[in-house]
């Protein structure tokens, strides 16, 4: 059964800082993995998404890497905002139908 | 373009009532998605339709809960009698691609808070 960690559950860093949030997942077979971003209230906004045949996915300061090998993938921050405070999920999609298999997300925190 | 909405943004409730959660997918959208997370666990799927059809239910946790996708377009949660345990917040997700598409992204709604007391 696919299993979704994320680490850690919370994170608080100052303004300017690099980060990196993290993803493992137990079965490689998946077909995608996306990043989603939730503010308090709101949505899910997705990201950035990686199928299974791609390394890495990069948007602006966001840069999201894919090892299926290991189960692993990671979500780079750069130079952080105050604005880029929110939890942050992974989720993939698995070889056994459509849906979405969620982490517990990392709730991030950037001071100014 | 509007997105997903949902509706409505919150909802109290007292055990043993019904409540019914509405889902507007993005216009054109094919499958739409109930996911739910309750206190302090990870958001997990409920089910998928195809346009009308259920495609996968497999998440529905009982009988007390009815998802129906009249016409392929909006779609209702319906929850009856309520419990303590389904308290949460209901995502509702669009996207437009097949169920197997490496590249499909989902669209969520902002959710439906359920509190029942």
């Known amino acids: 059964k696919q299993e979704v960690t994320q680490i850690p559950a919370a994170l608080s860093v100052p303004e300017g800082e690099n980060l990196v949030l993290n993803c493992s997942f137990t079965?490689?077979?998946?077909?995608?993995l996306q990043w989603f971003r939730q503010d308090p209230g709101k949505g899910l906004t997705s990201l950035l998404l990686?199928?299974?045949?791609?390394r890495e996915q990069t948007s602006g300061r966001l840069n999201a890497s894919l090892d299926k090998s290991s189960g692993r993938s990671t979500l780079y921050i750069a130079a952080s905002q105050p604005g880029d405070s929110a939890t942050y999920l992974c989720a993939l999609k698995g070889k056994e139908g459509g849906k979405l298999i969620f982490g517990q997300g990392t709730e991030l925190s950037v001071k100014p | 373009e509007a997105g997903v909405t949902q509706f409505p943004s919150h909802s109290v409730i007292e055990k043993g009532q019904t409540v019914t959660l509405r889902c507007d997918p993005i216009?054109?959208?094919?499958?739409l998605y109930w996911y739910r997370r309750v206190m302090g666990k990870e958001i997990k799927f409920l089910l998928h339709?195809?346009?009308?059809?259920?495609?996968?239910e497999s998440g529905m946790p009982n009988n007390r809960f009815l998802a129906e996708r009249t016409g392929g377009t909006y779609s209702t949660l319906k929850v009856q009698p309520a419990e303590l345990e389904d308290s949460g917040v209901y995502f509702c997700?669009?996207?437009?691609?097949?169920?197997?598409?490496?590249?499909?992204?989902?669209?969520f709604g902002s959710g439906t808070q359920l509190s029942v007391l």
């Open positions: 216009s054109g959208h094919d499958n």
């Open positions: 339709f195809v346009k009308e059809s259920k495609q996968d």
């Open positions: 079965d490689s077979a998946i077909y995608n």
């Open positions: 990686i199928q299974s045949s791609q």
């Open positions: 997700a669009s996207s437009p691609r097949g169920t197997f598409a490496t590249n499909e992204k989902l669209f």
